[in-house]
C-alpha cells in the first residue's frame, strides 16, 4: 500500500524559513511527478511546486524564487524548503505523487498526503 506522509510544518516568523518533507512508503512500480499544494482557511486548494523524475520542477508564481522543491536520490522523499515566508503562505500543505502501481499498468494514480500545517505569524 502506498502511503505519503508529511512532516516539518510549524510556526515560523514572517521572513524565515522552513523546510517540509513528505516520504512515500511502499513499493509502486514508478513514481511519476512528486509536488505540493496548500490550502488556507476559507481558499481553494492551490498547486505550489512540482517535481518530475528527471528533476525539472516548475513552481507558482506566488512563491517563485522563495521556495525550492526537491527530491532526494531514492525518489521516494520530496522537499519543500521555503524561504522569506509571509503570512499569506500559512495553509496546510499537501503532499502529491503520480505513480504507476504495476509494471503491466500504464495508469498514474495520484496520492496525497494528510497535510501538514505550516503557520507564519508574528
Known amino acids: 500500500q502506498v502511503q505519503l506522509v508529511e512532516s516539518g510544518g510549524g510556526l515560523v516568523q514572517p521572513g524565515g524559513s522552513l523546510r517540509v518533507s513528505c516520504t512515500l512508503s511502499?513499493?509502486?512500480?514508478?513514481?511519476?511527478?512528486m509536488g505540493w499544494y496548500r490550502q488556507a482557511p476559507g481558499m481553494i486548494r492551490e498547486s505550489v511546486a512540482h517535481?518530475?523524475?528527471?528533476?525539472?520542477?516548475n513552481y507558482a508564481d506566488s512563491v517563485a524564487g522563495r521556495f525550492t522543491i526537491s527530491r532526494d536520490s531514492s525518489e521516494k522523499t520530496v522537499y519543500l524548503q521555503m524561504n522569506s515566508l509571509k503570512p499569506e503562505d500559512t495553509a496546510v500543505y499537501y503532499c502529491?505523487?503520480?505513480?504507476?502501481?504495476?509494471?503491466?499498468?500504464?495508469?498514474?494514480?495520484?496520492?496525497w498526503g494528510r497535510g501538514t500545517q505550516v503557520t507564519v505569524s508574528s
Open positions: 502529491t505523487a503520480g505513480i504507476r502501481r504495476y509494471s503491466y499498468s500504464n495508469v498514474v494514480t495520484t496520492y
Open positions: 511502499g513499493s509502486p512500480f514508478s513514481i511519476d511527478t
Open positions: 517535481i518530475s523524475s528527471g528533476g525539472g520542477a
